[in-house]
């Protein structure tokens, strides 16, 4: 990337919606994070490359949400988990796809994108988790 990206949300969000996963990788320690963060926990060094991620991983744990936040509430019951990607990293989010009595601790799942802009904030596009 020759363009200077800030390690921000935002930033991680805006690459979400060209249909890209990246991390924010430490050039002191070689940590890698998505979302990003300021500081890197392992080395406290702040300076950062972005890194393209590859979008599968292994479901590391998840659990089934019956009663939801409001914005979430017509997706009720929906499962939540967090999938580990290259390097260690670890991304948060919805799976799709599954039958919730199919979800099984260490199966393989990608990220996959939404098109669909939410009306309300935060108003960034959406990833999810789904079988490959």
Known sequence: M???YPFT???FYKFIG???IMGAKCNKCGAVFAP???VCSNCLSTDFTWVQLK???KLLTY???HIAPEKFQPMAPYAYGILELEHGVRLP???QGVKHED???GMELQVDFDASIPQTWPQWPRYFFRPP
């Open 18 to 20: 060209e249909g890209k």
């Open 55 to 57: 979008n599968r991983g």
């Open 2 to 4: 020759s363009e200077t």
């Open 36 to 38: 990003p963060r300021t």
């Open 9 to 11: 949300i935002e930033q």
């Open 103 to 105: 979800i099984k601790v």
């Open 93 to 95: 989010g919805i799976i």
């Open 63 to 65: 659990t089934v949400i």
